[in-house]
């Protein structure tokens, strides 16, 4: 069983759960909520719009960070593609030590910004 097939059975289950929860407790009751009162209203749909909202509410999230990701992902591709072009520049230019084949570049000790000293 894949990973999507395993959370679709027990979100399955799950809403089956709540379901047989719902109509076997379909009595009707009262909810207050800060200036609204209803009287009367059945507990099956009580707990299925909650279940609902928060199912919307997961739904809602979860695109939210797929397009975050998405966004991050095309800026950490456009970079990618700018620094290849860097690269490519660097390297068709002559006398740079990327285009002299056995020179290594001088290079000076780097701080780490994470711990504040060198490395």
């Known amino acids: 069983m894949s990973k ?3 959370f679709f059975f027990f979100a399955l289950i799950l809403s089956a759960m709540v379901t047989i929860f719902a109509l076997q407790n379909a009595v009707p009751v009262s909810i207050n909520l800060l200036f609204w ?3 009367g209203f059945s507990v099956v749909l009580l707990i299925l719009l909650s279940a609902l909202a928060g199912a919307l509410t997961t739904l809602l999230l ?3 960070w797929q397009f975050k990701r998405f966004i991050y992902i095309r ?3 456009s970079e990618n593609i700018k620094l290849k072009n860097q690269l490519q520049q ?4 002559p006398n ?3 285009h002299k084949p056995n020179a290594i570049p001088e290079t000076k000790p780097s701080t780490n910004p994470m711990r504040g000293e060198n490395s």
Do not use: M, V
């Not at 660097?90 to 230019?93: G, V």
């Open 4 to 6: 999507g097939q395993l």
């Open 37 to 39: 009162h209803i009287e």
């Open 62 to 64: 979860g695109i939210w």
């Open 75 to 77: 800026n950490l591709e």
């Open 90 to 93: 660097l390297c068709d230019t």
């Open 96 to 98: 740079t030590p990327a």
